[in-house]
């Protein structure tokens, strides 16, 4: 069922369709009606069954309702409080109360499996306020203990010939309007992969040359200048690809339901096929390199960082600051000379 006929080899395409097609035919046998809702990938993670659990997921998910929080946020933040309660019960622990500090600690422990060390700082950043709405500090501190460290690579950049031939790609045809705009989008404004996904036609002015938005992340209103080929390729596709649907969001789906796109991940694809196509195979072609990409081209054209801070809808200036270490010729200008006395 995998297997695709033209080449004989396992098709990721077919696998897909092949699973969408079990979905729908459980929903009919467990239902009588015909589920063709789109669903995100990952589907949240593993959901503890246990009624305590269930119920104290239930109360951290109303918790980060009420305090407002983003959807991306409540998201990453019911994710690994909701794998720590699995874990727990994985080790035989139905209660919180039967929970430790040893517990917390052999949890992260667990993720290195599949994790990064580099990465587990975003762990445990996400699982700190579950802990901390939870009441237990002896949970808390055991997380302090932990001693995670936020790790602080060099951002990788995309070269000078790669860009220009995603750009070509781009300008050319290779691939679709949306896809190019969406690639486009990412790589000469910054925006978040969620932002992408958030736009409606209406944040568009199209005699203006902009693009309105309120940041999902930060909640700050953002106008950003939309450059020739962007603004056309935007116009391409309004006008001759987009799907007629009653969604107002300005990237839809392809195939139906023609709806929003259903997540960041949407965007990834879309910006790693376009840099396929173009023949870029070296860079990994997400969001936040063509992110970085961005930040640094205006760091690099002496933009200040004030400004750079607001248009990548950083809280904090301080955030905007890593992207100095790229910045060659600037650092080489601070290195002090070396005195004549060691040089001999």
Not at 26 to 33: F, H, L, P
Not at 73 to 86: I, K, M, N, P, Q
Not at 106 to 130: G, I, K, Q, T, Y
Request: positive net charge.
């Amino acid at each position: 069922m995998t297997t695709s006929v033209r080449t004989g080899r396992f098709s990721a395409q077919r696998r897909f369709d092949y699973r969408r097609l079990v979905t729908v035919f459980d929903s009919y046998v467990q239902t009588g009606r015909v589920d063709l809702a789109v669903r995100g990938r990952g589907g949240g993670g593993p959901r503890p069954v246990g009624g305590d659990f269930v119920a104290l997921d239930a109360t951290w998910e109303a918790e980060m309702g009420r305090r407002g929080l983003a959807p991306a946020t409540r998201e990453a933040y019911g994710r690994v409080a909701r794998s720590y309660l699995v874990f727990l019960e994985r080790r035989g622990i139905a209660v919180l109360d039967g929970a430790d500090g040893a517990s917390v600690l052999a949890f992260l422990e667990s993720l290195l499996d599949r994790w990064a060390r580099s990465s587990l700082f975003w762990v445990v950043s996400n699982f700190r306020p579950f802990l901390k709405f939870t009441g237990r500090a002896d949970l808390v501190n055991a997380l302090n203990l932990a001693g995670v460290k936020r790790f602080h690579a060099i951002v990788p950049l995309l070269g000078d010939a790669d860009e220009e031939l995603v750009v070509r790609a781009c300008a050319s045809g290779v691939v679709s309007a949306r896809d190019a705009a969406i690639t486009l989008l990412a790589l000469t404004t910054g925006l978040r992969a969620c932002d992408i996904v958030a736009l409606r036609i209406g944040d568009v002015d199209w005699r203006g040359h902009t693009i309105g938005i309120v940041q999902q992340k930060t909640g700050n209103p953002l106008t950003l200048p939309l450059p020739a080929l962007l603004l056309g390729k935007l116009a391409s596709y309004v006008l001759d690809e987009r799907p007629s649907s009653g969604d107002d969001h300005l990237f839809l789906r392809m195939k139906a339901p023609h709806t929003r796109l259903n997540d960041h991940a949407t965007v990834h694809r879309v910006t790693v096929e376009t840099f396929r196509k173009a023949g870029v195979a070296e860079a990994k072609a997400g969001t936040r390199l063509l992110r970085h990409n961005a930040a640094s081209r205006l760091l690099a054209a002496a933009v200040p960082l004030p400004t750079i801070a607001a248009v990548l809808g950083h809280a904090s200036e301080e955030s905007t600051n890593l992207y100095m270490s790229v910045d060659r010729r600037r650092l080489l200008d601070c290195v002090l000379p070396v005195p004549e006395a060691v040089r001999s």
